[in-house]
């Protein structure tokens, strides 16, 4: 991977925001990632109410050139106090709502802030749900009065990544040799581009574990798709073991060997019913791609394994 050894993560505020909001704009994977996190403790919270919230600050990252992500230890949330509620005097009588909205950027692990931003809006409608609702689309994603909230944030976590990065790749390979690979290629994927020199030492790093981690896949997959198959020999179990192998990806260990279990099956397909049996296994990138391809890969697994874990308890007590 070619070393572009650049220190971003040191320079001043404005040269920041503009590689980040460069970078931002053509690769998720460049972004800072926050995950929307939604305090129960905000008042006239309800179902509705928290959804927009919630979608409100997603759409508020990622108009600033941050990512939406689940379970990021780097939270963007908000506290909501209610100012005045009043009926209006019409007919039909409306409710109108005045809520301070101040947003906030921190370590949601540490409890760290970074940084908020205030903002008083107003909403009307013909229930509490709806004025409140109404208040809040007056939070506009890329209000200019977020620059320096969003820009101060973005600053503190990549001061993070910065000071943290050898604690970052130590702790992933603590991980790797305890076989927790997709909770350490979470770890190495979670470090945005615009970190470039950590950056490219997480992604030197996950290569191996990334190769180690579609092994152990290969092999599970190949013995169920294996199992699969065995059970009835017909083409409900091609079907199934199909299914299994179509997951197997072409740079595992063992692909040649589903490759073969692949032919095998095909040709029983055709003694049985005479025909070709319609399967593909996933086919190798060229080489122009594949570096690019692995990382895809490896950061998708960390997606997935990240959203597939219990809901963080962030630490946000004092921001407010």
């Known amino acids: 991977m070619k070393k572009l050894f650049l220190a971003i993560c040191v320079l001043g505020l404005s040269m920041t925001a503009s590689a980040q909001n460069t970078a931002g704009k053509s690769d998720d994977g460049a972004r800072i990632a926050l995950t929307p996190y939604i305090p129960a403790q905000i008042e006239g919270l309800t179902p509705a109410v928290k959804a927009s919230l919630s979608n409100k600050l997603s759409q508020i990252a990622t108009a600033n050139g941050l990512g939406g992500s689940s379970n990021s230890r780097f939270i963007i949330t908000t506290n909501v106090s209610v100012l005045t509620k009043d009926i209006t005097p019409t007919a039909p009588p409306m409710h109108a709502y005045t809520l301070e909205v101040t947003l906030y950027i921190g370590d949601g692990l540490e409890g760290t802030l970074f940084s908020s931003q205030s903002v008083t809006l107003k909403g009307v409608g013909t229930n509490e749900t ?4 109404a208040a809040l689309n007056g939070l506009k994603t890329k209000d200019p009065v ?19 990065c050898d604690f970052i790749l130590k702790d992933a390979q603590t991980m790797a040799a305890q076989n927790k690979y997709e909770e350490a290629i979470m770890k190495l994927t979670s470090v945005p581009e615009v970190c470039k020199a950590c950056y490219d030492k997480a992604m030197d790093a996950v ?22 198959w065995n059970a009835a020999q ?4 091609a079907e199934n073991a199909g299914a299994i192998l179509s997951q ?9 060997d589903a490759q073969v279990l692949s032919s095998k099956i095909a040709q029983r397909v055709k003694e049985l019913d005479q025909r070709e049996w319609k399967f593909q296994m996933k ?38």
């Open 234 to 237: 017909d083409l409900a179990s």
């Open 207 to 228: 290569a191996p574990i990334y190769q180690k981690q579609i092994d152990r896949a290969c092999k599970q997959r190949l013995m169920e798709a294996t199992t699969a």
């Open 130 to 133: 709806k004025a409140y609702i």
């Open 248 to 256: 197997i990806e072409p740079g595992a260990a063992c692909y040649k």
């Open 283 to 320: 086919q190798q990138q060229d080489n122009v791609d594949i570096q690019k391809a692995t990382i895809k890969a490896a950061r998708d697994i960390g997606v997935a394994y990240g959203n597939n874990q219990p809901d963080v308890v962030y630490k946000v007590y004092g921001w407010w």
């Open 146 to 164: 977020y620059q320096t909230f969003i820009e101060k944030g973005k600053t503190k976590i990549m001061e993070y990544f910065n000071s943290k």
